[in-house]
């Protein structure tokens, strides 16, 4: 699967959805994400690994956590290949 597959694949998810948001706010630790959801833990880490395995989020270890952040390069990429597709289909007008 390429890179931009797994991208859209990890934006498929209304849960990943809202944790970028969340990431986008500030860097957090998987338990401070899992306690604004409803949903069980090891749900919310299958949910940050998929992020994580599309490069979407990023993680450091500090101390006893685990503290994720949005990989903000990725999302940039993702735009100008938007921007770049839809600058040249209307190209052949």
Known sequence: ??????T????ADPN????IQLLKEKDMSAGEIAE??????PSISHHLNILKQADLI???RQGQSI???LNI?????????LI??????NQKG
């Open 84 to 89: 770049n597709f839809f600058d040249s289909s």
């Open 58 to 60: 990023t993680d450091m």
């Open 16 to 19: 990943r959805r809202k944790i």
């Open 36 to 41: 604004l959801f409803r949903i069980s833990k």
């Open 67 to 69: 503290v994720y952040s």
């Open 8 to 11: 859209f694949k990890a934006l």
């Open 1 to 6: 699967m390429s890179p931009l597959n797994d």
């Open 73 to 81: 390069s990725v999302f940039e990429d993702m735009m100008n290949m």
